[in-house]
């Protein structure tokens, strides 16, 4: 059979229609599909400071606790200094609890690689020795209110030299430092120290800009979380054996309020232990671990992506450098920071919450199984058996709503209409979710994969297509043990998985009316079968 030109032109034009990418008009209907690829966050170019570096000793001091402990202890600590005309902001780095029996073992010089990078690029980085408040000897376990006194004699030295009174740091700091901009740096420990430091130096009239809290503790009921309404990170790792409860989830969680006007983000660094950020502690505390580790990262890997994160964080928070960062909510949530895989949470005082989690009443399914549970750190009250997604023993961390949906056809559709129908007020959409690992309808080793529907109140539809590699959706290999309580048999799985970020630009999705939304779609169009679940939806 012939076939003229003029149908094979049309044969042709009707496939290239059909592909990805292109869109399908019918009726003056639009339907546009995008495929998102991955992000990544790369290192910048090396500072263009060069930088200064000593070890500094102020003489001694005694703090007395008010029960009459005394406990001596030396002011000194690590500075890097940029060389060149200042004023430059400073960022103040306390180290935490690793040794309780010995003075003079010294972990703040294990952040001189994070000084040192933060010089280079344009600040003052001072990391402060707080080993005596956390010796036992001295008394009272009461270090949460010695190293703020102690960080505050520190600041009090720093105003001496930027005044030209206090010579003991043997680098000239008159009128280099902007303490205009001054911002907080914690590990272990410190990392939740810091709230307390926070707090003390604002009511004392000192402005803090930005905190950066790295896998920190949560052991203090009354630590001030709500009270520093600072932009503030947390750094995890996914390897951690000494905070092995991912406590920096449950400071993330105190955060999130609906008042507050600071935005607040997290950085969950895969295969990363707890100790390797500091470069003075040896011991591996992922060895303690009741699972495999796989392809740990090293030492020098940790410390690079410390080092580049917090400079790319104060860039954002002191410098409001946020192009390609993790506050740029116009890009992806990146898959990817200076080479290591992370997940992400991101929040800001313009997240608007676009559908409840709390009940399926607003969800419409087309072969989805959707389900309101909450996870819960009480066996009593947790319904999302065996997942643990990091919840913690205190009110506002005690449990999470969220929903399940399980599919076990292709092209199987979860839609619900958004809360706010205005898009175009917004830079993107967000999901904060995980793949179930425990769920067989998952397959193992594999990412969850799907689509993601937009339509506007003309009907046009604009799809975007996940990449196979998200990380916020990717496969935690684990297993599933079983606990009797009570006489009832509880399952749990030996992995903490916690929900992060998926985060689509709303640039991506194309032909469609922004400011007028009537819907929103999962179209599990990718996998045969699987089953995710979903803390929240948003637009940022």
């Known amino acids: 059979m012939k076939i003229s030109k003029k149908v094979l032109s049309l044969i042709i034009v009707s496939t290239m229609i059909l592909s990805v990418g292109c869109s399908l008009k019918s009726n003056n209907i639009q339907s546009n599909t995008t495929t998102i690829e991955n992000k990544s966050i790369n290192a910048k170019d090396k500072g263009k400071y060069s930088e200064e570096t000593i070890e500094f000793d102020l003489g001694n001091e005694t703090y007395t606790s008010d029960y009459g402990k005394e406990m001596p202890y030396k002011l000194r600590g690590v500075i890097s200094v940029p060389k060149g005309e200042g004023k430059f902001p400073i960022v103040l780095i306390t180290h935490g609890s690793h040794n309780n029996e010995k003075t003079g073992v010294r972990f703040d010089t294990g952040f001189k690689y994070l000084t040192q990078k933060l010089a280079e690029n344009g600040y003052i980085a001072v990391s402060i020795d707080a080993q005596n408040a956390y010796v036992w000897s001295y008394g009272d376990n009461d270090d949460y209110i010695k190293v703020p006194v102690m960080m505050d004699k520190h600041i009090q030295k720093l105003r001496d030299a930027n005044d030209g009174k ?71 790792g996914e390897y951690d054996g000494d905070v092995i409860t991912y406590d920096g989830i449950g400071i993330y969680d105190k955060l999130d309020t609906e008042k507050r006007q600071s935005p607040i983000s997290l950085a969950f660094l895969e295969k990363a232990n707890h100790n390797y ?4 502690i040896k011991i591996n505390d992922a060895d303690i671990l009741i699972y495999d580790v796989n392809d740990q990262l090293s030492k020098e890997r940790q410390e690079n992506f410390l080092a580049n994160y917090g400079l790319d964080f104060f860039n954002a928070t002191l410098k409001n450098e946020v192009n390609k960062s993790v506050y740029d909510t116009k890009t992806t949530s990146p898959n990817k920071m200076y080479g290591e895989k992370v997940k992400t949470l991101y929040k800001d005082k313009n997240t608007k919450s676009i559908a409840s989690v709390e009940s399926t009443k607003e969800y419409k399914s087309e072969g989805v199984t959707i389900e309101a549970t909450q996870d819960s750190w009480f066996y009593k009250y947790d319904k999302l058996q065996p997942v643990d997604t990091a919840t913690h023993g205190v009110k506002e961390t005690s449990a999470r709503k969220l929903l399940t949906m399980k599919w076990e056809k292709l092209d199987s559709k979860v839609s619900f209409e958004p809360a706010e129908k205005d898009f175009e007020k917004y830079n993107s959409i967000s999901l904060n979710l995980l793949q179930d690992p425990s769920d067989k309808l998952n397959k193992k080793d594999e990412n969850q994969q799907f689509t993601i529907q937009i339509k506007d109140k003309k009907g046009n539809t604009s799809n975007v297509e996940l990449d196979k590699n998200v990380t916020s959706l990717d496969y935690k290999e684990g297993n599933i043990s079983t606990i009797e309580i009570e006489g009832k048999i509880y399952e749990t799985w030996n992995k903490i998985t916690p929900v992060t970020e998926l985060r689509i630009p709303l640039a991506s999705f194309k032909g469609i009316d922004l400011k007028n939304i009537q819907e929103v779609s999962l179209i599990f169009n990718k996998t045969q079968s699987g089953s995710i679940i979903v803390s929240d939806f948003s637009l940022k």
């Open 277 to 280: 950020f500091n470069d003075n």
């Open 166 to 236: 206090e010579k003991g740091y043997s680098i000239d700091l008159k009128d280099k430092i902007d303490f205009e901009k001054m911002a907080l740096v914690g590990h272990s420990r410190g990392g939740e120290t810091i709230f307390r430091i926070a707090e003390q130096e604002e009511v004392k009239g000192q402005k803090i800009s930005a905190m950066l809290s790295i896998a920190p503790t949560m052991s203090l009921e009354d630590t001030p979380y709500s009270q520093t309404d600072i932009p503030t990170s947390i750094v995890m």
